[in-house]
């Protein structure tokens, strides 16, 4: 499931406020300037800093 592109608009990481980019399958957000990953369950982004999984593989 994607998400809309006027979502993706209004959304922003909650660390660094910037830019979140959709995973190529759709299960998770990027911000790739804070080098994270944001799970998206059932079609809701889960955009708290708890559920962050990083990028480089040191949490």
């Known amino acids: 499931m994607s998400l809309s592109k006027e979502l993706l608009d209004l959304i922003a990481c909650p660390i660094c406020?910037?830019?979140?980019?959709?995973?190529?399958?759709g299960m998770f957000l990027i911000c790739e300037k804070c080098q994270?990953?944001?799970?998206?369950?059932?079609?809701?982004?889960?955009?708290?800093?708890?559920?962050?999984?990083?990028?480089?593989?040191?949490?």
């Open 17 to 25: 406020k910037g830019d979140l980019k959709e995973s190529k399958d």
């Open 36 to 59: 994270v990953k944001y799970p998206v369950k059932d079609g809701i982004p889960v955009l708290l800093i708890e559920e962050k999984i990083d990028l480089k593989g040191n949490e």
